[in-house]
């Protein structure tokens, strides 16, 4: 293996060279999670990574990073074979990463974080001397602004998103790995960051791996794409040789003819729809002591999805916790079936209305449970499993998922699997399963359903909506994912300022209108 030279990794930090995987396996133990995978991102290009939940693509781009060591196969950068046992190997060969999820320090500013961020920051920090240095690099190489002074915390989800793009710049990384990065994004700040990412890299001043789930984006802003199935190489090649339903058979092994949304409409529920929930001037603070839902009102019937659309932190999340029974309103009035609605257990198990809250991982599961356990949380304390209340390991509890585990598919070695070892479309099918199928609710608020989820995974849990509905369960749905909402709503909301502030029709929906209400124009 090969050790970069100060002068070398000089070289790798102002233009990007070329990387190639060589036949990469992965094994934790007897589990292969990657087998003989190659890729070759070229100089100035975007390399999309295509694949199902598990397919590999984190594992793969986690060998890169220097967070796994590859079992076998080569990493070669700028043609030579290199060894990247940490992530200071990927960041000396100008390999950095923008993750799914932000990494930033929410009480610190732009400034603070982007700064801190370097390996060689001083121990004493001249805040003059490094706001000049940042300023020049804003003037000179940012392909886009954030404020500098600010707080994270009082930023959008899209201006996090361009910081942490921007620090990765900043970093002087010249490959980009993007884990999912417009999925917190309006569709009009996705097109705006990709398109100057591809400028970027049509100038030969960036390579990027781009990790996404939206066709769309791949067809035009990438070049080259890789297609990972079940740990293996699926194909690969030139985005303009591949058509959609091609790259789709890739990914799931099978061609997919799947119904449109106004064919699965017709199926609605028949007759009288009744009103289910009404929310009247809804307000609630945040976390941070700042109103986040600022007067909300809407109403939901049986036998409808309304979905939610607003990008990631604009009081959606907040609203959620209010129905969930987690936050108290400040004022307004909830109504469920004409009752007062405070979120009890009590009122939660009357009036069956289940609420799913978005990464159920962490916030609807308990992870070190077994897959069984987490299936009876819904009903642990009620027939028949009330009479083995306190005896959750028992055989009552694993026979009692097993009817669920396979109607709803989750693959697993088995219940008594610990639910943090499944996959993230396995634990979304989990915890479907136990909201969906424990007496049924009437009332069922979900949030992201398939955020991070693959094309399978996404089809499962929007196919189960769907049927929810047809049987006349009242379906809100929040969602950052406007395809989602096009695809399953009877009506959509947007939600921007923690106020609706737009509703529609998918079949009179204008998506630039929609993005545009999104964004936070015309809110007031």
């Known amino acids: 293996m090969n050790i970069p030279s100060e002068s070398e990794i000089a070289k790798f930090t102002e233009a990007p060279a070329s990387l190639e995987l060589a036949k990469i396996t992965k094994k934790f133990g007897e589990f292969t999670a990657c087998e003989d995978v190659s890729l070759h991102v070229s100089p100035g290009s975007i390399h999309a990574l ?19 060591s590859a079992s076998s196969g080569d990493i070669l950068v700028g043609g030579r074979s290199r060894e990247i046992a940490h992530p200071s190997d990927a960041r000396n060969y100008g390999i950095g990463m923008v993750y799914q999820h932000f990494t930033l320090v929410p009480s610190m500013t732009v400034t603070e974080n982007l700064v801190l961020s370097r390996p060689d920051v001083p121990s004493i920090i001249s805040w003059k001397v490094e706001k000049a240095r940042l300023q020049e690099f804003m003037e000179t190489e940012a392909p886009f602004q954030v404020p500098l002074d600010r707080r994270i915390d009082q930023l959008s989800a899209g201006e996090k998103q361009k910081t942490e793009i921007l620090k990765q710049l900043y970093l002087r990384s010249r490959i980009l790995i993007l884990d999912e990065p417009t999925s917190v994004l309006t569709p009009g700040e996705a097109t705006e960051v990709l398109t100057m990412l591809k400028k970027m890299t049509d100038a030969g001043k960036l390579s990027i791996i781009i990790i996404t789930h939206k066709f769309h984006e791949v067809f035009a802003f990438a070049d080259d794409v890789t297609v990972l199935r079940r740990g293996k190489l699926a194909g690969s090649g030139r985005v303009a040789d591949f058509h959609r339903d091609a790259l789709a058979g890739m990914m799931m092994g099978e061609a997919k003819d799947k ?55 604009n009081g959606q999340r907040e609203l959620h916790e209010v129905l969930a029974g987690q936050r108290q309103p400040s004022s307004g009035r909830v109504t469920v079936n004409g009752e007062d609605y405070y979120g009890s257990r009590r009122e939660i ?36 499993l009330k009479r083995f209340f306190g005896l959750l390991g028992n055989a009552a509890v694993r026979q009692a998922a097993m009817p669920l585990i396979t109607q709803f598919n989750v693959k697993t070695r088995g219940p008594n699997t610990p639910i943090r070892d499944l996959s993230g479309g396995n634990v979304q099918r989990a915890v479907l399963a136990r909201e969906l199928a424990t007496g049924g609710p009437e009332i069922l608020a979900i949030a992201e359903p398939c955020f991070g989820l693959d094309f399978g995974a996404a089809d499962f849990v929007h196919e189960q909506l769907i049927a929810a509905r047809n049987r006349g369960v009242a379906v809100l749905v929040f969602s950052s994912d406007l395809d989602e909402l096009l695809k399953i709503s009877d009506r959509i909301l947007v939600m921007s300022g923690g106020l609706i502030t737009y509703e529609t029709t998918p079949e009179s929906a204008d998506i630039a209108t929609i993005g545009h209400h999104m964004a936070g124009h015309d809110s007031h």
């Not at 295509?50 to 796994?68: I, R």
């Not at 064919?263 to 941070?288: F, M, W």
């Open 50 to 68: 295509l694949g199902e939940n598990g397919a590999g693509k984190s594992t793969l781009v986690k060998c890169v990073m220097g967070y796994h």
């Open 259 to 313: 119904p449109n949304r106004a064919e699965t409409r017709a199926c609605s529920v028949s007759g009288v729809q009744k009103e289910r929930l009404k929310i009247h001037s809804l307000k609630a603070i945040g976390d941070n002591g700042v109103e986040a839902v600022c007067g909300v009102s809407l109403t939901l019937a049986s036998g409808e999805i309304v979905g939610i659309a607003g990008v990631s932190g």
């Open 349 to 384: 198990t009357k009036h069956r209305f289940h609420c799913l809250p978005e990464e159920p991982l962490r916030n609807a599961c308990a992870p070190a449970l077994s897959l069984a356990e987490n299936l009876a949380l819904r009903s642990f304390d009620q027939p028949p």
